[in-house]
């Protein structure tokens, strides 16, 4: 655990309580995902954080991995009457700070680019996403992708 005046954080997968954390995405417009599908994301990574504020969860993020030359960062998200007192900032340097590797890759929501690019994140041209179903179905309707010849 490492503490940062009020927020402690964690990287302590087993007291998490994953309700919270679906409800703290689905109040942060992130994604409506199930808590038991969170969970296994989450133990699936190659690196999480916590925030907390005391003993209640207020901020997550993963990142995925070959553990050599790629990760990816995933599921960045702070409850919103937490956001803007740089919990954010904390999860985001504790989180890159496991990831030793040339190449970090993430996804990025609408709006918070000038964010991530306070930790020299810059946009990427040559990217690409295979969704299927509904996340297809979104994705173009949100602009999140869009075909290459149209």
């Known amino acids: 655990m490492h503490n940062h005046d009020t927020y402690t954080l964690s990287d302590d997968l087993s007291s998490i309580d994953w309700w919270r954390l679906a409800n ?20 699936g990574s190659f690196a999480a954080v916590f925030a907390f ?19 990816s960062v995933f ?5 919103p009457d937490h956001q803007g007192h740089g ?8 989180l890159l700070a496991k990831l030793p590797f040339v190449r970090v890759f993430l996804t990025s929501v609408f709006g918070k680019k000038p964010f991530y690019e306070k930790f020299d994140f810059l946009e990427q041209t040559n990217g690409m996403g295979r969704y299927a179903g509904n996340a297809l179905t979104n994705a173009l309707r949100r602009g999140v992708l ?5």
């Open 24 to 43: 703290i995405m689905a109040d942060a417009h992130l994604f409506d995902r199930e808590p038991f599908d969170i969970a296994r994301a989450f133990h």
């Open 53 to 71: 504020k005391g003993e209640t969860l207020v901020g997550a993020a993963r990142a995925t991995s070959d553990g050599v030359f790629y990760a």
């Open 75 to 79: 599921d960045v998200v702070v409850a």
């Open 87 to 94: 919990v954010g900032r904390l999860i985001m340097e504790h």
């Open 146 to 150: 869009r075909r290459a010849n149209p």
